[in-house]
C-alpha cells in the first residue's frame, strides 16, 4: 500500500523516522558485536567451557567424574607442555 503526501514537512517527518530507526538497528547491532566480541576472548571461553564441564561432572557418576577429570588433567598436561617448549 502506497503512501501519498499532501507536503514536503509530511515527507521530511517519515524522512527523520526512518533515519531514527535505522540508527536504533545500527547501535542494536553495534551493541551485539561488542557483546559476541567480549564472549569470544579466550578468557571467557575457558571459563564458560570448564564451567560447564565442572556442572556436567557434579551431575555425573564417579566413573564419569574419573574419566573427565583425567581428560582434562591430560589435556592441561599437553597444554603445559607445549608452552614450556615454545620458551
Sequence with gaps: MKKSY???EEI????????VQRDIHYYKITQSLDSIKSE???NNLVRNT???VT????GSNNVQA???SAVMKYFFKKVRKRNTDNL
Excluded at 55 to 58: A, D, E, N, T
Design 55 to 58: 556442572s556436567f561432572v557434579k
Design 6 to 8: 499532501s507536503s514536503i
Design 12 to 19: 521530511n517527518a517519515d524522512l527523520e523516522i526512518l533515519k
Design 40 to 42: 569470544l576472548t579466550p
Design 50 to 52: 570448564f564451567g560447564s
Design 66 to 68: 574419573f574419566l573427565i
